[in-house]
């Protein structure tokens, strides 16, 4: 099928290249020339396990093309799927204005019936928006408005294992409207996801708001299960107990299940605090106070803090003096993601106490230089005292503790005796909750984990 992807960013790559894999031809937009030519030149700009390899296979096999050509985007994809970003506004509801902007261009160009696909996450309602904003531009050249047929199809992709979650997803959820056009819409659907449903069905068809809803309802459940189990975890500080005996005593429950429990330094990313927020504002605009998902934001908030809180219990609040090392950067292992990242948190606080911080992370390095100058753009002075080393063993020499954020792969089993020498105390902070207690006290390492009893 000839399908097109407005917006080369991260769901529209990872959606055009897996869509391209299955034998379809893929357009993919971006108004951003730089990310088009970069992608051209065999580039990727962003970092995703496997979507390189995909692209090139597809792009060589004249299956993906990459362009800023509006009007040629148009006229490819019998589907247009729009996956442009929708950043949060000043009051956390989502930004729409890339979504009404691409609606437009469709309607401007499009000349025969086009299926047009929101795979962005949209509040529930956008899909009527950006029909409206397509029949306005339709009308004024006289065009039938039943050419377009407005498609929610929202994406569950997790970053770090988005190509597996989209060619392996555990559903696919398709709203569409009960017209003709809508009806068509769907048989269209239908025959572009085939392909993934070969073995047993996982495609959910419902009417296209509640396929909205699904997307906010799931991410706002999973960000509550992980604010729930951080309070949990506090919780278990305090009392004695242990909250990874207490998640594998409830994660038995198949009612509850075992995935998302586990506490640490607060969710990140672009979609959790984003989605929690954009559902909240929703429920605000009908007039309903959404009171969980505010106690989990703020729960998330106050989270970000723990590793801080902790060290300044063992260290008192005047952190002068005193160097960190932080293993880990990006919000979660296998990407280079660092929005809304606790590190930018944790290393602006310990800064803000006096502290030098000497900071390792696999892949975020990059991304992380750039966010430290934004994070330290009023504190120069702050932005040196944050260091950057690449290797994590590096990161310890003479340093008073290691503050661990991210669970990446290679932290997970360290040659402690070498990691004593190096660190000035032996002293651990593990924000992910890495290693066991009472391993650490066999080997003589001082250990605060998050809930773990020591
Ligand atoms: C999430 C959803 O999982 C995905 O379905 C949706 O499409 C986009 O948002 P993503 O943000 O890529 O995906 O990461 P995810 O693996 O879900 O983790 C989100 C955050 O929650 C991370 O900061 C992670 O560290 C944290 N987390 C996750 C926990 O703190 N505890 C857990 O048990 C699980």
């Given at each position: 099928m000839k399908v097109t992807i407005i917006g080369s960013g991260y769901v529209g790559l990872v959606t055009g290249a897996c869509l391209a894999e299955q034998g379809n031809s893929v357009f993919c937009l971006d108004l951003d020339p730089k990310k088009i030519e970069i992608l051209n030149s065999g580039g990727v700009p962003i970092y995703e396990p496997g979507l390189k390899e995909m692209i090139d296979r597809n792009r060589a096999a004249g299956r993906l093309q990459f362009s800023t050509d509006i009007a040629a985007s148009v006229a490819h994809g019998d589907i247009q799927f729009i996956a442009v970003g929708t950043p949060p506004d000043e009051d956390g509801s989502a930004d729409l204005q890339y979504v009404v902007a691409a609606a437009r261009n469709i309607g401007r160009h499009m000349t025969t019936a086009k299926v047009i696909v929101d795979k962005s996450t949209v509040p529930v309602g956008t899909a009527d928006k950006v029909a409206e904003a397509i029949i306005k531009e339709l009308s004024m050249r006289d065009l039938s408005p039943e050419l377009c047929s407005v498609v929610s199809n929202p994406e569950f992709l997790k970053e770090g294992a988005a190509v597996d979650d989209f060619m392996r997803p555990d559903r696919i959820v398709i709203g569409t409207s009960s017209d003709p056009a809508g009806l068509r819409a769907k048989e269209q659907m239908r025959k572009l996801y085939a392909p993934f449903n070969r073995h047993h069905e996982r495609t959910y068809y419902m009417d296209v708001k509640s396929a909205e809803l699904t997307k906010y309802a799931a991410n706002a459940m999973l960000a509550t299960r992980i604010s729930f189990m951080n309070e949990l975890a506090n919780l278990a500080d305090l009392v004695g107990a242990d909250i990874e005996a207490v998640r594998q005593g409830i994660g038995s429950d198949s009612r509850i299940g075992y995935g998302f429990l586990y506490s640490g330094t607060g969710y990140g990313g672009s979609c959790f605090p984003k989605d929690v927020s954009a559902l909240s504002k929703t429920a605000m605009e009908y007039g309903r106070d959404l009171k969980i998902l505010e106690a989990v934001e703020s729960v998330n908030e106050t989270q970000k803090m723990i590793l801080v809180e902790k060290i300044e219990k063992r260290?008192?609040?005047?952190?002068?003096n005193m160097k960190f090392a932080i293993w880990g950067l990006a919000f979660k292992p296998n990407t280079d993601d660092m929005r809304e990242a606790p590190s930018r948190v944790i290393i602006r606080e310990l800064v803000k106490r006096g502290a030098q911080v000497v900071s390792y992370d696999p892949v975020a390095m990059e991304e992380a230089k750039h966010c430290f100058e934004i994070d330290f753009k009023d504190n120069p002075e702050g932005l040196k005292k944050v260091a950057m080393v690449q290797d994590h063993m590096a990161a310890l020499d003479g340093c008073d503790a290691l503050v661990i954020v991210t669970e990446w792969k290679a932290f997970r089993s360290p040659d402690f005796d070498l990691l004593m020498q190096k660190l000035k105390r032996a002293i651990i902070f593990d924000g992910r909750n890495l290693y066991e207690p009472s391993a650490m006290r066999e080997v003589g390492i001082e250990y605060h984990g998050i809930g773990r009893h020591n």
């Amino acid at each position: 099928m000839k399908v097109t992807i407005i917006g080369s960013g991260y769901v529209g790559l990872v959606t055009g290249a897996c869509l391209a894999e299955q034998g379809n031809s893929v357009f993919c937009l971006d108004l951003d020339p730089k990310k088009i030519e970069i992608l051209n030149s065999g580039g990727v700009p962003i970092y995703e396990p496997g979507l390189k390899e995909m692209i090139d296979r597809n792009r060589a096999a004249g299956r993906l093309q990459f362009s800023t050509d509006i009007a040629a985007s148009v006229a490819h994809g019998d589907i247009q799927f729009i996956a442009v970003g929708t950043p949060p506004d000043e009051d956390g509801s989502a930004d729409l204005q890339y979504v009404v902007a691409a609606a437009r261009n469709i309607g401007r160009h499009m000349t025969t019936a086009k299926v047009i696909v929101d795979k962005s996450t949209v509040p529930v309602g956008t899909a009527d928006k950006v029909a409206e904003a397509i029949i306005k531009e339709l009308s004024m050249r006289d065009l039938s408005p039943e050419l377009c047929s407005v498609v929610s199809n929202p994406e569950f992709l997790k970053e770090g294992a988005a190509v597996d979650d989209f060619m392996r997803p555990d559903r696919i959820v398709i709203g569409t409207s009960s017209d003709p056009a809508g009806l068509r819409a769907k048989e269209q659907m239908r025959k572009l996801y085939a392909p993934f449903n070969r073995h047993h069905e996982r495609t959910y068809y419902m009417d296209v708001k509640s396929a909205e809803l699904t997307k906010y309802a799931a991410n706002a459940m999973l960000a509550t299960r992980i604010s729930f189990m951080n309070e949990l975890a506090n919780l278990a500080d305090l009392v004695g107990a242990d909250i990874e005996a207490v998640r594998q005593g409830i994660g038995s429950d198949s009612r509850i299940g075992y995935g998302f429990l586990y506490s640490g330094t607060g969710y990140g990313g672009s979609c959790f605090p984003k989605d929690v927020s954009a559902l909240s504002k929703t429920a605000m605009e009908y007039g309903r106070d959404l009171k969980i998902l505010e106690a989990v934001e703020s729960v998330n908030e106050t989270q970000k803090m723990i590793l801080v809180e902790k060290i300044e219990k063992r260290f008192g609040s005047d952190l002068t003096n005193m160097k960190f090392a932080i293993w880990g950067l990006a919000f979660k292992p296998n990407t280079d993601d660092m929005r809304e990242a606790p590190s930018r948190v944790i290393i602006r606080e310990l800064v803000k106490r006096g502290a030098q911080v000497v900071s390792y992370d696999p892949v975020a390095m990059e991304e992380a230089k750039h966010c430290f100058e934004i994070d330290f753009k009023d504190n120069p002075e702050g932005l040196k005292k944050v260091a950057m080393v690449q290797d994590h063993m590096a990161a310890l020499d003479g340093c008073d503790a290691l503050v661990i954020v991210t669970e990446w792969k290679a932290f997970r089993s360290p040659d402690f005796d070498l990691l004593m020498q190096k660190l000035k105390r032996a002293i651990i902070f593990d924000g992910r909750n890495l290693y066991e207690p009472s391993a650490m006290r066999e080997v003589g390492i001082e250990y605060h984990g998050i809930g773990r009893h020591n």
